[in-house]
């Protein structure tokens, strides 16, 4: 206990600390108004509800393109292990300011994809690809794919060959 007892230290003044002084706040006048206000009014609800929304789909579609991705690199070639991290592992080196930058240059109203739909002719006015669901979706899915196929990399690569081998 005596090793851990700086890291609990610091825990306690720079995460459980000002959790329960927000708590505290929050029932400052000692009432739960604000939570009632929260969980009762028809906005709050809603914005959760997307909240929710959101997060599922993001974790679907990551879990879809990232279990394969994961799979592939642990029981690859070395050659490309490498160059799946690679690919991985490099929007991790750009910030998320500049990807969502990028992504709106992209995906705008005259931006790169929609002029492509534009000028081959399967659109004539512009899809409104931002400020909506599928662009949140578009930009959280890459920004969160890598923390999909990070962990699901480590799982795979710990499991035992034989037992690939035997369930096939």
Do not use: Q
């Not at 720079?14 to 708590?23: A, E, G, I, Q």
């Amino acid at each position: 206990f005596l090793p851990a007892l700086p890291a609990l230290v610091l825990l306690f003044f720079f995460f459980l600390f000002p959790v329960v002084r927000m708590l505290g706040f929050s029932v400052e006048a000692g009432t739960l108004d604000w939570y009632a206000k929260a969980l009762g009014e028809g906005l709050y609800l809603e914005v959760f509800w997307n909240t929710f929304e959101i997060a599922l789909f993001v974790t679907a579609i990551c879990l879809l393109l990232g279990y394969p991705l994961g799979f592939l690199i642990a029981t690859t070639t070395p050659v490309w292990t490498t160059l799946g991290f690679i690919f991985v592992l490099l929007p991790l080196w750009t910030s998320v300011l500049v990807r969502t930058y990028a992504w709106m240059v992209l995906l705008g109203r005259n931006g790169v994809f929609n002029r492509w739909l534009i000028d081959i002719g399967l659109i004539a006015d512009p899809l409104p690809l931002l400020n909506n669901f599928s662009g949140v979706l578009i930009g959280m899915v890459h920004v969160l794919l890598p923390y999909m196929v990070l962990p699901i990399y480590g799982a795979v690569r710990r499991l035992d060959p034989a037992l690939v081998a035997a369930a096939e």
